[in-house]
């Protein structure tokens, strides 16, 4: 009877556990972190332009828009304090303004919204690796 209960508690517990990781689902912090990071990297890649194409500038807002999912699936899916909030403010406001100039193709404001970007990145990482959270 004693083992009919152990397999009966592990079957539960193994649907829970599994159960808790669909929900969850998506990524760690840092995973979503890493791809934030890859994204911004294309458009480091094209910042130093003069001028731009039509397929640069849907790259960048595609770029844009991915960073504004991660960071809202980031900011829905775990916890997080009151500098992690603004910080995530920060870069929801400089992606969806690289998406706007982008759709107007305005080289320029891409330019200053993405070192402006850069800026609220490298603070959110400054402060976390400061205080030793898991944040890369």
């Not at 003069?50 to 770029?63: I, L, M, N, P, V």
């Not at 100039?101 to 305005?106: E, L, N, P, R, Y």
Request: charged share 25%; with cysteine.
């Amino acid at each position: 009877m004693s083992l009919r209960k152990g397999i009966i508690a592990g079957t539960i517990t193994l649907f829970i556990a599994a159960v808790s990781s669909v929900s969850y689902g998506q990524a760690s912090q840092g995973e979503l972190c890493k791809k934030m990071w890859d994204n911004f990297q294309g458009m480091r890649a094209m910042t130093g332009l003069s001028a731009a194409s039509d397929e640069q500038f849907g790259k960048f807002a595609g770029f844009a828009k991915s960073i504004i999912a991660d960071t809202n699936t980031s900011t829905e899916k775990f916890a997080s304090d009151k500098n992690y909030k603004v910080l995530n403010g920060e870069v929801l406001y400089h992606s969806g303004e690289i998406d706007k100039a982008a759709g107007s193709k305005d080289l320029e404001e891409i330019q200053v919204q993405f070192r402006r970007l850069t800026i609220a990145c490298r603070n959110c990482h400054k402060i976390y690796k400061s205080e030793l959270k898991l944040v890369p």
